[in-house]
């Protein structure tokens, strides 16, 4: 079946380690996104990309890398720049149609000890 | 400035009864797109509905449906009769394209409680 895969699903960071989240999608979709949720908050974009070897910030994007080297993949690094990395942290791919939802992974929940 | 706001940060309703979930949105572009998501304590992101700016009618989709007024900029989620499985935080979003790249925003959600 097509999706989205988060993994892992649990992360602990100890202060000042960068850890990488990794997102792997399976639709053949173009555009991939990085959103993180804090508790009883909206999803903030962080990253997105539309094409391979293309990417933009997102509204907050400090403290965190992102690559696309392959149009399946996306991985997220949170740097030990960023922080406060403690949340929920979730990936989402689209295809270029206005009339297309948003496919999510399950997301990773990063607590940084 | 918001670009979508749900000023609803909880709600209870009865079981059965019908529940509107509002959200009103702020853009200067003829083409956008909306959404609801449902997000259950799991932690996923579950797609409701989806309303096109140019979409004339309003978007239903079994018991859930889209009230789409474009002059008021709102795009509030009706759910109706509604059901313990329903308890969940809801979130609408507006689909952007910006420069050619697109992107999703959120509004900060209205977590729903069904009572029995």
């Known amino acids: 079946d097509g999706g989205i895969t988060q993994s892992p699903k649990y992360l602990f960071r100890k202060e000042g380690q960068n850890v990488t989240l990794s997102c792997e999608q399976n639709?053949?979709?173009?555009?991939m996104y990085w959103y993180r949720q804090d508790p009883g908050q909206g999803l903030r974009l962080i990253y997105y990309?539309?094409?391979?070897?293309?990417?933009q910030k997102g509204d907050i994007a400090e403290g965190y890398s992102v690559s696309r080297e392959k149009k399946e993949s996306f991985p997220l690094t949170v740097t030990s720049a960023q922080k406060n990395p403690t949340a929920f942290y979730l990936c989402?791919?689209?295809?270029?149609?206005?009339?297309?939802?948003?496919?999510f992974g399950s997301g990773t929940r990063l607590t940084v000890v | 400035a918001q670009k979508i706001t749900q000023t609803q940060p909880g709600m209870f309703v009865q079981e059965k009864e019908a529940v509107t979930l509002d959200c009103t949105y702020d853009?200067?572009?003829?083409?956008?797109?909306l959404f609801w998501y449902k997000q259950p304590s799991s932690g996923e992101m579950i797609f409701l509905i989806y309303?096109?700016?140019?979409?004339?009618q309003n978007a239903t989709e079994g018991r859930y449906s889209l009230n789409f007024q474009k002059a008021r900029k709102s795009a509030n989620l009706v759910i109706s009769a509604s059901q313990l499985g329903d308890s969940a935080m809801y979130f609408c979003?507006?689909?952007?394209?910006?420069?050619?790249?697109?992107?999703?925003?959120f509004g900060t959600g209205t977590r729903l409680t069904i009572i029995p």
């Open positions: 989402a791919s689209t295809t270029q149609s206005m009339n297309y939802g948003y496919t």
């Open positions: 639709l053949n979709h173009d555009a």
């Open positions: 990309s539309q094409i391979v070897n293309d990417f």
């Open positions: 853009t200067s572009d003829q083409s956008y797109g």
């Open positions: 309303q096109g700016s140019y979409d004339e």
């Open positions: 979003a507006m689909r952007e394209v910006i420069f050619g790249n697109e992107k999703l925003t």
